[in-house]
């Protein structure tokens, strides 16, 4: 089946990095991608790995992905108290005429100063 | 600001009404989606528009039903509204069909924030 899980909660302090960790189960997924969701707002896309890369690094936001074993993390270095949030995994697969996102619970992410 | 704007932000509602939420995509983004946000079943894919035509279904309830227009916004409309309707519903649009593809991520608005009462 298709399932997408994060761990609930992190908090991390002001300055330090954070690691939020994903697990997938459909080995098809091509793209995989993290959104942010700041409260009384949408998902904002921040950066996405295609299926075929080990990491990718985009400013302070670096994303490892372990392929044999489904794992996705987003790293984020010097967190700020900005980065509180909630910090969406997708994986994404072609399904016919159209790609399915399938999102995970989501890890909210809580900053301390 | 992802483009993408939906319409309206919250809508407070009696069940067994009826209510119509709107969506336009970023310009030049011809896929709409559908998503319901809730604290128990979390983000799930409702329905895709493609260039007015439907394109792909997820967990849509037969109480709901969606249209994309010849101007390329879409509506979603929601009746006999139940408690367990109440949630956050986002629309996201990508420039082609494939949407989450690399090249064709998605963006979404806002949402509409929908209280059954």
């Known amino acids: 089946g298709e399932d997408v899980e994060q761990s609930l909660f992190l908090s991390v302090r002001e300055g330090d990095s954070s690691v939020i960790n994903c697990t997938y189960t459909d080995s098809s997924s091509t793209y995989l991608y993290w959104y942010k969701q700041e409260p009384g707002a949408g998902l904002q896309l921040l950066t996405y790995?295609?299926?075929?890369?080990d990491m990718k690094q985009d400013q302070r936001l670096t994303v490892l992905l372990n392929k044999k074993d489904k794992h996705l993390s987003l790293r984020i270095a010097d967190t700020q108290t900005g980065d509180s949030a909630i910090y969406f995994c997708?994986?994404?697969?072609?399904?016919?005429?159209?790609?399915?996102?399938?999102f995970g619970t989501g890890t909210l992410l809580a900053v301390q100063p | 600001d992802s483009g993408v704007t939906q319409t309206p932000k919250h809508l407070i509602t009696a069940t067994g009404q009826r209510v119509t939420l709107r969506c336009s995509p970023r310009?030049?983004?011809?896929?709409v989606y559908w998503y319901q946000q809730s604290l128990d079943q979390g983000l799930q894919f409702l329905i895709q528009?493609?260039?007015?035509?439907?394109?792909a279904k997820g967990n849509i309830l037969e109480r709901f039903s969606a249209q994309q227009f010849p101007d390329l916004h879409s509506e979603l409309n929601l009746s006999s509204l139940e408690l367990g309707d109440s949630a956050l519903y986002f629309c996201?649009?990508?420039?082609?069909?494939?949407?989450?593809?690399?090249?064709?991520?998605?963006?979404f608005g806002n949402g509409t924030r929908l209280t059954v009462t």
């Open positions: 996201a649009s990508s420039v082609g069909p494939m949407g989450g593809a690399g090249d064709s991520p998605l963006h």
């Open positions: 790995i295609f299926s075929n890369m």
């Open positions: 997708a994986e994404s697969a072609a399904r016919g005429a159209t790609n399915k996102l399938i």
């Open positions: 528009y493609y260039n007015g035509e439907e394109r």
């Open positions: 310009s030049g983004d011809l896929s």
